[in-house]
């Protein structure tokens, strides 16, 4: 299949990756121009979106958040500008259900088919092909879109109708930022009482309680290892579209409230460049602890 990929940060990379080893034609942009890296050979890089997007049966997007797929779909060389008749859309960014639902209007008015696909998981999933996909949109048009999915994903789940994969990976990262939190407690509290963090990795790894994040983002932590797979700066946006969300729905979130403003206050502290768990560096300091690092 003729595929564009629009957005070339951590998780695209890896997308791009698996596509081209599934023997998918590949044309790329990305809103900052850089050389692809040998990971990428084989995609074509275009300078305009309407480049990248001409002669494509499917256009797959992955941005950063609302405010890029504002610039992208609705710019003088935006998508919607641009797009064919036919084309279908797939469309992985983490973002306001409204918006999707916006765009998905949009996009059918230009007579093409749009799916959100926002995923869990994150950099080492992305090029393993382990990826989530929760989405949302026609049912047939996503039947003809699971058989591209299938290298990159682990699962692939339809939702319901437009805005629903957005939903779900709202009500996903709510979790996500709880677990990242609450662990960054609970290893404070560990470490501040003097246990030995081999011992309780071991008892994190085989309790009800515990998940694939606490195990792998613990043992990272506790090595000072912050390297990102997923930005802090990222995990503040999805707070603040978590919050926005549940407000839309009338539920409130009392808690996601208050990790969002940690993870503001881990921003404001020059942490948005590490890794999401790097919250826990602030907790530590908080607790009186030295960084895990040193």
């Given amino acids: 299949m003729k595929i564009a990929y629009i957005g070339l940060g951590t998780m695209g990379q890896g997308m791009v990756h698996n596509l081209l080893k599934a023997g998918h034609e590949i044309k790329v942009w990305n809103r900052t121009a850089f050389d692809l890296p040998e990971t990428l050979a084989g995609a074509v890089r275009k300078s305009t979106i309407a480049e990248a997007i001409t002669g494509c049966e499917l256009v797959m997007v992955c941005l950063t958040g609302p405010d890029a797929q504002k610039a992208v779909y609705f710019g003088d060389d935006g998508i919607v500008a641009n797009i064919a008749g036919g084309t279908m859309v797939a469309d992985a960014t983490t973002t306001d259900p409204e918006l999707t639902r916006s765009i998905a209007i949009a996009i059918a008015e230009r007579n ?25 949109g026609d049912r047939k048009a996503f039947d003809r879109l699971v058989p591209v ?119 404001n502290k020059g942490l948005g460049d590490l890794n999401a768990s790097a919250i826990h560096e602030m907790l530590f300091e908080l607790s009186g602890l030295q960084k895990s690092s040193d």
């Fill in 112 to 136: 093409a088919t749009y799916l959100d696909t926002p995923v869990f998981g994150s950099k080492g999933e992305a090029w393993a092909g382990k990826l989530d996909f929760v989405c949302g």
């Fill in 149 to 267: 999915l299938e290298p990159l994903a682990a699962t692939v789940h339809h939702m319901g109708p437009p805005g629903s994969g957005a939903m779900m990976k709202l009500v996903g990262n709510l979790l996500v930022a709880a677990q990242m939190e609450s662990l960054g407690e609970a290893l404070s509290l560990a470490r501040k009482a003097g246990l030995n963090g081999d011992a309780v990795m071991g008892v994190f790894d085989v309790t009800d309680y515990s998940s694939l994040l606490i195990r792998n983002v613990g043992r990272a932590t506790l090595a000072g290892d912050y390297a990102p797979s997923f930005y802090l700066r990222h995990m503040l946006k999805d707070t603040r579209l978590v919050r926005a969300f549940a407000c839309s729905q009338d539920v409130p979130v009392p808690l996601t409230t208050l990790i969002g403003e940690l993870y503001a206050a881990a921003n």
